[in-house]
Nanobody, 122 residues
Framework: QVLLVESGGGLVQAGGSLRLSCITS????????MGWFRQYPGKEREFVAA????????SYADDVKGRFTISRDTGAFTLYLQMDSLKPEDTALYYC???????????????WGRGTQVTVSS
C-alpha cells in the first residue's frame, strides 16, 4: 500500500553536498507526514527532518538546521533531502519515513524505506 524507495546516497568530501530522493507510491505525500531519519552502526535511528502532508511547516533536528532542507514534488511522487555543508558526522544510513503525527519520532513511524548510505570523508 505504501512504498518508499530512497536513492542519491554516496561518497562526498566534507563541505560538499548531496540530494537524497524518496520515490513514493500513489498519494502518499498528501496522505502522510513525511520525514528523514538516519542511523549509525550500533545506534538508535534518529530524527533528521520532517515535512507536513500540506507541504508546510517543516521541522529539523538541531544539528542539521541551516544545512539540510526537506522538500517534496507531489507531481513526481518524490520527497527530497538537500544536504549541504556535509560533515563526517553526517555519515549514516538515511531512511525515508511516513507517519500520522507532525513531527514524528522513529518509534511513531508507520512506513520505512530500506535506506541509502551517505559517507562523508574528511
Amino acid at each position: 500500500q505504501v512504498l518508499l524507495v530512497e536513492s542519491g546516497g554516496g561518497l562526498v568530501q566534507a563541505g560538499g553536498s548531496l540530494r537524497l530522493s524518496c520515490i513514493t507510491s500513489g498519494r502518499t505525500l498528501s496522505t502522510y507526514h513525511m520525514g528523514w531519519f538516519r542511523q549509525y552502526p550500533g545506534k538508535e535511528r534518529e530524527f533528521v527532518a520532517a515535512i507536513s502532508r500540506d507541504g508546510f511547516p517543516t521541522s529539523y533536528a538541531d544539528d542539521v538546521k541551516g544545512r539540510f532542507t526537506i522538500s517534496r514534488d507531489t507531481g513526481a511522487f518524490t520527497l527530497y533531502l538537500q544536504m549541504d555543508s556535509l560533515k563526517p558526522e553526517d555519515t549514516a544510513l538515511y531512511y525515508c519515513a511516513a507517519g500520522v503525527k507532525f513531527p514524528f519520532l522513529a518509534k511513531e513511524t508507520l512506513f520505512w524505506g530500506r535506506g541509502t548510505q551517505v559517507t562523508v570523508s574528511s
